[in-house]
T-cell receptor
Framework: DAKTTQPPSMDCAEGRAANLPCNHS???????VYWYRQIHSQGPQYIIH???NNETNEMASLIITEDRKSSTLILPHATLRDTAVYYC??????????????FGKGTLLTVNP | SAVISQKPSRDICQRGTSLTIQCQVD?????MFWYRQQPGQSLTLIAT?????????ESGFVIDKFPISRPNLTFSTLTVSNMSPEDSSIYLC????????FGPGTRLTVT
C-alpha cells in the first residue's frame, strides 16, 4: 500500500500558484519524498524530491514540514500544460538496494484558463 | 536524464497469445523496472530487472506470466504470456539514473 495520502483532485487558475498537499505520517528517517506527474497517455515524469530541507528546481518547489509528516509541492505559475496527475511517493534514496517507487492514486490537477 | 523508447507503442492481441515488449535506453543503466497501469488506475510495479541477475518480481506477479530478459545494460524485454482481457493495460519500463525515468509506455488491448 502507498504510504501517502493526497486529495483526489484540485483545480487551479492558469498563472496562479498550484499547491499540492501530501500526508506521509509514517515516513521513516531514511525515506525521501518524491514527486512525479503523469500527463495523460504519457509515462510519469520526475519533478523533485527531498529528505527534510525545502527544495527548489526549475519545475517546482517542495516544502517539507519540520516533523516530515507532510509536504507541499508548489508549481509557482501553473500553465495549461501542467494539467496532470501528481504523485507523492515515499521511498528510500535512489541509490539504496531497497529503492522502488510505490504509486498511490495521486492528485488530478486541472489548470483552468 | 535518459531517453527511453518502447516497442510496440500499442497492440491489439487475441487471448491466449503472448506479446513481447521491448525497452531501449540511450545510456547504460543497472536498474530497470517494469510497471503495469490498468485502465483508470495508478502504476503497479511488476518487477525489477538488474543486468546479470534474475528479475525480482513483486507480490502478485510471477515469472511464468511475465518473463523478463535483461541481456545488457541498455535493453530489456517484458513478455505478457497467455494473455486474457484482464491483461489489457499500459506497460511501462523505467530506468534508474539518479531518479527513475519512464518510457512512453505500450498500450495493450487483449480481445
Amino acid at each position: 500500500d502507498a504510504k501517502t495520502t493526497q486529495p483526489p483532485s484540485m483545480d487551479c487558475a492558469e498563472g496562479r500558484a498550484a499547491n499540492l498537499p501530501c500526508n506521509h505520517s509514517t515516513i521513516s528517517g531514511n525515506e525521501y519524498v518524491y514527486w512525479y506527474r503523469q500527463i495523460h497517455s504519457q509515462g510519469p515524469q520526475y519533478i523533485i524530491h527531498g529528505l527534510k530541507n525545502n527544495e527548489t528546481n526549475e519545475m517546482a518547489s517542495l516544502i517539507i514540514t519540520e516533523d516530515r509528516k507532510s509536504s507541499t509541492l508548489i508549481l509557482p505559475h501553473a500553465t495549461l500544460r501542467d494539467t496532470a496527475v501528481y504523485y507523492c511517493i515515499v521511498s528510500t534514496n535512489s541509490g539504496g538496494s531497497n529503492y522502488k517507487l510505490t504509486f498511490g492514486k495521486g492528485t488530478l490537477l486541472t489548470v483552468n484558463p | 536524464s535518459a531517453v527511453i523508447s518502447q516497442k510496440p507503442s500499442r497492440d491489439i492481441c487475441q487471448r491466449g497469445t503472448s506479446l513481447t515488449i521491448q525497452c531501449q535506453v540511450d545510456s547504460q543503466v543497472t536498474m530497470m523496472f517494469w510497471y503495469r497501469q490498468q485502465p483508470g488506475q495508478s502504476l503497479t510495479l511488476i518487477a525489477t530487472a538488474n543486468q546479470g541477475s534474475e528479475a525480482t518480481y513483486e507480490s502478485g506477479f510471477v515469472i511464468d506470466k511475465f518473463p523478463i530478459s535483461r541481456p545488457n545494460l541498455t535493453f530489456s524485454t517484458l513478455t505478457v504470456s497467455n494473455m486474457s482481457p484482464e491483461d489489457s493495460s499500459i506497460y511501462l519500463c523505467s530506468v534508474q539514473m539518479g531518479q527513475q525515468y519512464f518510457g512512453p509506455g505500450t498500450r495493450l488491448t487483449v480481445t
